[in-house]
């Protein structure tokens, strides 16, 4: 499905698509793992793009391969600016993967308390569970992980 992109985007979004090889006309193109434009600058931190990207109407809710989304890119790089950026545009904080983890469950696990903190205060749903029918809080790796979801789920 292509979309044309308005000519108001910027040079710096352009240049960096380009660079990056999407098609600047094509929002919903795939690269890499079908990894979208918006999905990319996530993974590499460029808020400017990510947020022109999600202004001019990328497909916030697309997915990769992994059937992952761009939140799991904000949380695996530690974005929280992408992560409240990504959350306040209204992306699906209970996509689950092919494996059906979530991103509160990944940054359990990685033992991201700072992640699973700001996760939680857009309202998961705690009780999703994985194809191995785990939830967030078996996946917890610290204590201290443990015990911020241990307070959630209360």
Known sequence: MNQKIPSNLSAETQQWLKLKGYNIEDLHQRGENGD?????????????????????????????NDG????????????????NLLLGNKI?????????????MYAASAGKAEVVKLLLQYYPN???????DYQAIDFAST?????????AAK
């Open 36 to 64: 979208t434009a918006l999905m990319k600058a996530t993974k590499e931190g460029v808020f400017a793009v990510v947020k022109e990207l999600i202004d001019t109407g990328a497909e916030i809710n697309a997915r990769n």
């Open 68 to 83: 992952n989304n761009a939140l799991w890119f904000a949380c695996f790089g530690n974005h929280y600016d992408l992560i």
């Open 92 to 104: 699906n904080i209970d996509n689950q993967n092919d494996n059906g983890a979530t991103v509160l």
């Open 126 to 132: 705690l009780d999703l569970k994985n194809l191995d």
């Open 143 to 151: 204590v201290e992980v443990l015990r911020i979801l241990k307070n």
